[in-house]
Antibody
Framework: QVQLQESGPGLVKPSETLSLTCTVS????????WSWIRQPPGKGLEWIGYCYYTGYTYYDPSLKSRVTISMDTSKNQFSLKLSSVTAADTAVYFC?????????WGRGTQVTVSS | DVQLTQSPSFLSASVGDGVTFTCRAS??????LAWYQQKPGKAPKLLIYGASTLQSGVPARFSGSGSGTEFTLTISSLQPEDFATYYC????????????FGPGTTVDIK
């Protein structure tokens, strides 16, 4: 069974870069597309972007200028970098994977943007 | 970009009730729609994909229908564990385009 685990700092200062990593276990990272999704406090799900092991990425247009998603196939990991963060980027960040639909989800990690 | 709306935003129901809620897309997405269930503090769980195909392990009381721009999720007889928030997701033109989630429908105990 594929399992995902997010890791990274829980507190980021305004204007800095948020960096998270998702480690995939129980299957090859080459089998699926891998997404980052976030959920601001009390709000719904927001898709951020996805990547594939070939290097293909696609980002939500509203975040595209600040987002980079990359993959390290040797470590079965993929990562999110979100630059120039503000309080509006405070959210639970989930990593997920599947062939389109998100079959597999991490537990989520809280990231707070505050000085 | 495809936008999704869900109705109602909030639904109050009792155990044993049958409930149906709707997801509408701003343009034709064929059957490229999924439904997820999310409980507080937990990750979402895929229930239905391809508009009507039940994910493995999901109880048969859940069903989905629709195509084009209008989709429904039905729970035939609500169980205590079904009180949660339900999101639809579209993936039309995937992977050449992105995903969109609807704003969600919360099902609460009456």
């Amino acid at each position: 069974q594929v399992q995902l685990q997010e890791s990274g700092p829980g507190l980021v200062k305004p204007s800095e870069t948020l960096s998270l990593t998702c480690t995939v276990s129980g299957g090859s990272i080459k089998n699926y597309y891998w997404s980052w999704i976030r959920q601001p406090p009390g709000k719904g799900l927001e898709w951020i972007g996805y990547c594939y092991y070939t290097g293909y990425t696609y980002y939500d247009p509203s975040l595209k200028s600040r987002v980079t998603i990359s993959m390290d196939t040797s470590k079965n990991q993929f990562s999110l970098k979100l630059s120039s963060v503000t309080a509006a980027d405070t959210a639970v960040y989930f990593c997920g994977g599947g062939n389109g639909y998100i079959d597999y989800w991490g537990r989520g990690t809280q990231v707070t943007v505050s000085s | 970009d495809v936008q999704l709306t869900q109705s109602p935003s909030f639904l109050s129901a009792s155990v044993g009730d049958g409930v149906t809620f709707t997801c509408r897309a701003s343009q034709d997405i064929s059957r490229y729609l999924a439904w997820y269930q999310q409980k507080p503090g937990k990750a979402p769980k895929l229930l239905i994909y391809g508009a009507s195909t039940l994910q493995s392990g999901v109880p048969a009381r859940f069903s989905g229908s629709g195509s084009g721009t209008e989709f429904t999720l039905t729970i035939s007889s609500l169980q205590p564990e079904d009180f949660a928030t339900y999101y639809c997701q579209q993936l039309n033109s995937y992977p050449r385009a992105g995903f969109t989630f609807g704003p969600g429908t919360t099902v609460d105990i009456k």
